[in-house]
């Protein structure tokens, strides 16, 4: 097989010049894992700077009156315009497990006749332990569509009904990369009026989401990832606006009250999406998101989504041909337009291989249970050329089989 040159593919990358916009200081390192923790942007580091200096060091608490208190709803603001959302009804706060319970048992509340929360088996674990959590809480069942071969989605239209009180599930799974048909399942759950609740955390900056388009009642997602806000940087959370002010947090604070510093002593939700706010937002965190999410914006959601195509398809290509023969499996979709921006191999000494790949190959995926080593590709600063030679370095540790003086236990955080 004939493949094209890397270094032509990203001599006609429109993209190539985001590169140079976050910290590297090791090029030589290939790192494949920004869809766990993105890398730096170069104005996160100086907003750091700025927001401890001027901010906490000079402002001091005179900070909220100029600018903190709304950051939340700015930033919110700008994650919509990536997600097909109106600005006023994304807001960033706490993390996406907690946002996911607070959207969740708001869904319920609303839905008290229904006994049903449907999920499916490629959800993200602590997806799934929040919903089984909440259901124990509140009376209910969860009930799982199960994916015929780990890869592909199963089937989980037939499991909605009249009993569905909400049916919530990833719309690029974590683990396979599988993207999700989010308007058609929607659309079958509001055709028997359960809500929708999509998490967005392994699509948001990298594939492309239309949540008005979709008819989507609710959403959450993560900003560590493609957006790269910063290592547990705070998620978002979205609630179409119509249905606003007919949910309730579950987690009242004073930061989701009507008027917070006028210290009433009974709770009045806020009229805006501020009531799913709860307490004091992470000012730090928060003013370090926003320079991933402009990259994002400035790069365009039609252009990330093209490249992202072009370099998983790379990739596919030369594990077609370099590492399929090594007894590598593809365990994501082979078709690009199905899968998101991260590709799983497996391999039967999986945990070895991924740590032969970080420390002898200085190659960066990360490991997700039985065997999958997962690629992550992000379209702002992965280059074709890497992708090549990161193979060409996964093909020469499977050959001369370096990764067995590795012990098959595992490390806390894979
Ligand atoms: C990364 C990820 C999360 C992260 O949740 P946290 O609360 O930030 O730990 C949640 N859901 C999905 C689908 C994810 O990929």
């Not at 429109?14 to 200081?25: A, G, M, Q, T």
Request: proline letters at 7%; glycine letters at 8%; one cysteine or more.
């Amino acid at each position: 097989m004939t493949l094209p040159d890397p270094a032509q593919l990203d001599a006609a990358d429109p993209l190539r010049e985001f590169r140079s916009r976050f910290f590297i200081d090791d090029p030589d390192l290939i790192y494949l894992d920004g869809n766990s923790l993105g890398r730096m942007p170069l104005a996160a580091c100086e907003i750091l700077h700025r927001q401890a200096e001027d901010g906490w060091g000079s402002r001091l608490v005179r900070g909220w009156n100029e600018g903190w208190f709304d950051l939340p709803a700015r930033l919110g603001a700008k994650i919509a315009s990536l997600i097909g959302a109106e600005p006023d009804e994304v807001v960033v706060a706490d993390s996406t497990s907690v946002n996911l319970f607070k959207l969740a048992a708001a869904a319920l509340e609303f839905q008290s006749g229904r006994s049903q929360i449907v999920s499916d088996d490629l959800n993200f674990p602590s997806d799934l332990y929040v919903l089984q959590g909440l259901a124990q809480t509140a009376g209910r069942k969860v009930v799982m569509a199960r994916s015929p071969d780990g890869i592909e989605p199963g089937d989980v239209e037939p499991l909605i009904g009249g009993e569905t009180a909400l049916l919530t599930l990833s719309h690029t799974a974590f683990k396979s990369g599988a993207i999700r048909d989010m308007a058609a399942i929607s659309a079958a759950a509001r055709s028997v009026g359960a809500l929708t609740l999509w998490d967005l955390s392994h699509s948001v900056g990298a594939v492309p989401v239309d949540l008005s388009g979709s008819g989507i009642d609710l959403a959450i997602g993560c900003t560590y990832k493609y957006l790269s806000g910063g290592p547990g940087a705070p998620a978002f959370l979205y609630v179409r606006r119509d249905l606003q002010e007919r949910l309730r947090n579950p987690i009242a604070g004073w930061f989701g009250q009507a008027r917070p510093f006028a210290f009433e002593l009974k709770y009045e939700p806020a009229s805006s999406l501020r009531r799913f706010q709860t307490g004091t937002p992470p000012i730090l965190s928060l003013a370090a998101i926003e320079p991933g999410v402009d990259l994002v914006i400035e790069g365009g959601m039609d252009r990330i989504r093209e490249k992202s195509m072009l370099l998983t398809g790379f990739l596919a290509d030369l594990w077609e041909r370099d590492l399929r023969p090594l007894g590598v499996a593809l365990n994501s979709p082979l078709d690009a337009a199905r899968r998101g921006s991260h590709i799983s191999f497996g391999h039967p000494d999986g945990w070895r291989v991924d740590r032969a790949l970080i420390e002898d190959a200085r190659v960066i995926p990360d490991f997700r249970e039985p065997d999958n080593i997962r690629f992550g590709l992000s379209p702002l600063y992965t280059t074709f050329t890497e992708v090549d030679e990161a193979v060409r370095r996964f093909r020469e540790l499977l050959e001369q089989r370096t990764y067995e003086k590795y012990p098959p236990a595992r490390a806390e955080v894979t």
